[in-house]
C-alpha cells in the first residue's frame, strides 16, 4: 500500500481551470451587446432595403461594426446603387433594445450559467472525491503517526490525567449518592457539575492536539479555564453563591429570550409563544427583587460576595488567587475572537521570516501552551470535588499533582526536538 507521500493526487478540477472557464464566459457575455446590434443591423437593413442582394445587410452590418472605415463596396451581379440612411431615431433604437436585454435577459443568463456550471464542476468532484478522501485519509494518518512520535510522551499525561479525573468524578458521585448528608447540597452539586463539564472540554482539548490544532486546544483551554475559576469562586464561598450561581440561569435566560425575539423573524423562526415569554420575564423579575438590580449583569451572582456592581471575569480570577493567568487567558482568546491579533498570532505557525504567516489546517507545533495550561486546570478544578480527608482521595490528588508536575519537562522536550529538526531543515533548504 501506497503511503501518504508516494500516492499522488486524483485529478482534480484546479483553480486555473475554473479561471479559464470563467474569463471564456465573461468573453462570451461582453460579446452578446455586439451581436445583438449586429443582428438590429441586419434586420434594420433589410426593412430599408426589401429587394437587397443576398448577404448585402449581413456584410454592412459587419462593416459598420468593425469601423472599417472608407467605403463600403459589395459585388453583385445587381449593378445599382443603393443608399442607405440610419436616422438618429434608428440609432437610437438599437441603443434601447440592447439596453432593455443587458437589463432583463443578461441577469437570468448568467444566474443560469452559474447553476449549470455549478452543478457539472460538482458532478466532477463528486466522481473524483472518493479517491480523494482516500489521499487525504493517508496523509492524516501520516501526520498523526509524526506528531505522535514526536509528542506522545507529553499527550499520555494528560490523557492519563483526564482518565483519572474523570474516575475521581464518578467515584464522588457513587458516594454522594449513598450519602444522607443535606448540608452544601447545591454547593456539591454545582461543583459537580463544572467538573464533569471541565472533563468534557479537556476531552475536546486532547481530540484537538492529537489532531494538530494547538489553536484550537488554546480557545478550549479558554473555556476550561472560566469553568476552573467559576468553581474556584464557589467553592470559595459556598452554598450561598451557589445559590445564586444556579439562581442566574434566570438572568441568563431573559437575555437569551430577549436577542431571540430580536433576530427570530429574520431567521423565518417561530415567535415565542406569550407563555413562554411571561414565564421567563417572571423568572428574570423575581430574580433580581431577591437579590437586587446588579444581580442582571453578566457575572451578577458573584457581585454581592465580591462587593462588585458588576464584576468582571478579571475579578472573578483575582477572587480564585489565579491573576498570574490573565496573559494566557488573553492570548486564547485570540482564538476565540475575531480580533486582529488573531491573524498575526499563531501558535501552530514557527515566526520567523520566510514562513508562512497563514495556517489553514493542521500544524506539528504549540501544544506547550494548552497542554500544560490543560493539566494545572484539570487538577485544580478535580482538587475542588475531593473535600474530605480521606486518605484514597488525598494520594489520587497528589498523584494528578505529580502528573501534573511531568507534563511541563515532557513538552518542551518534544518542542525543542522539533523546532531543532525545523531549523536543520530550514538550513538545508537554503544551501545553494
Known amino acids: 500500500m501506497p503511503t501518504a507521500r508516494e500516492k499522488p493526487l486524483p485529478r482534480y478540477r484546479s483553480k486555473s481551470e475554473i479561471i479559464g472557464f470563467h474569463k471564456m464566459i465573461m468573453t462570451l457575455l461582453k460579446a452578446m451587446p455586439t451581436q445583438l446590434i449586429h443582428k438590429k443591423l441586419v434586420t434594420l437593413i433589410e426593412q430599408k432595403v426589401p429587394n437587397a442582394p443576398e448577404g448585402l445587410a449581413t456584410a454592412l452590418a459587419d462593416h459598420v461594426l468593425t469601423r472599417a ?68 485519509l493517508l496523509t492524516r494518518e501520516g501526520f498523526c503517526e509524526r506528531l505522535e ?37 447545591v454547593l456539591n452539586d454545582t461543583i459537580m457539575h463544572l467538573h464533569v463539564r471541565a472533563c468534557q472540554v479537556v476531552a475536546e482539548i486532547l481530540c484537538l492536539i492529537e489532531n494538530g490544532f494547538a489553536d484550537g486546544a488554546m480557545a478550549r483551554w479558554r473555556t476550561l ?7 474556584a469562586v464557589i467553592s470559595r464561598f459556598g452554598e450561598d453563591l451557589a445559590v445564586r450561581y444556579r439562581a442566574h440561569e434566570a438572568i441568563e435566560a431573559k437575555r437569551a429570550m430577549d ?19 411571561a414565564e421567563v420575564e417572571r423568572g428574570y ?39 498570574e493567568m490573565r496573559a494566557h487567558y488573553g492570548m486564547a482568546s485570540y482564538n476565540v475572537h475575531a480580533s486582529p491579533k488573531g491573524i498575526a498570532m499563531r501558535l501552530g505557525l514557527i515566526r520567523e521570516p520566510g514562513q508562512p504567516t ?40 497528589k498523584i494528578l499533582v505529580l502528573l501534573r508536575n511531568k507534563i511541563m519537562g515532557k513538552l518542551q522536550a518534544a518542542d525543542r526536538r522539533i523546532m531543532k529538526e525545523h531549523r536543520a531543515l530550514f538550513h538545508a533548504t537554503e544551501q545553494p
Do not use: C
Request: charge should be negative.
Open 149 to 185: 512520535e514526536r509528542w506522545g510522551p507529553a499527550f499520555d499525561i494528560l490523557r492519563m490525567m483526564y482518565t483519572i479525573s474523570h474516575e475521581i468524578g464518578a467515584m464522588v458521585q457513587r458516594r454522594r449518592r449513598r450519602s444522607r448528608g443535606k448540608r452544601n447540597r
Open 285 to 323: 423579575a423575581a430574580a433580581l427583587t431577591q437579590y437586587g438590580d446588579r444581580f442582571g449583569s453578566e457575572y451578577g451572582w458573584a457581585g454581592h460576595h465580591l462587593d462588585r456592581k458588576k464584576p468582571r471575569f478579571i475579578d472573578l480570577e483575582e477572587a480564585a488567587g489565579k491573576l
Open 69 to 136: 472605415g472608407g467605403p463600403f463596396e459589395f459585388e453583385t451581379e445587381d449593378e445599382r446603387d443603393i443608399a442607405i440612411e440610419f436616422t438618429p431615431a434608428d440609432i437610437e433604437t438599437i441603443e434601447a433594445d440592447v439596453r432593455a436585454f443587458v437589463k432583463t435577459e443578461v441577469p437570468p443568463l448568467v444566474t443560469k450559467i452559474i447553476d449549470d456550471a455549478a452543478r457539472t464542476i460538482l458532478k466532477s468532484l463528486n466522481r473524483d472525491w472518493p479517491e480523494q478522501r482516500e489521499w487525504e
Open 225 to 231: 479555564h472560566e469553568i476552573t475559576i467559576v468553581a
Open 259 to 277: 436577542r431571540y425575539r430580536t433576530s427570530h423573524a429574520m431567521l423565518g423562526l417561530a415567535s415565542p409563544t406569550k407563555k413562554e415569554i
Open 358 to 397: 497563514g495556517l489553514a489546517g493542521a500544524s506539528n507545533i504549540g501544544f506547550v501552551d494548552p497542554a500544560q495550561n490543560s493539566a494545572f486546570d484539570l487538577t485544580l478544578v478535580t482538587s475542588l470535588i475531593l473535600q474530605s480527608a480521606n486518605l484514597d482521595d488525598m494520594i489520587q490528588l
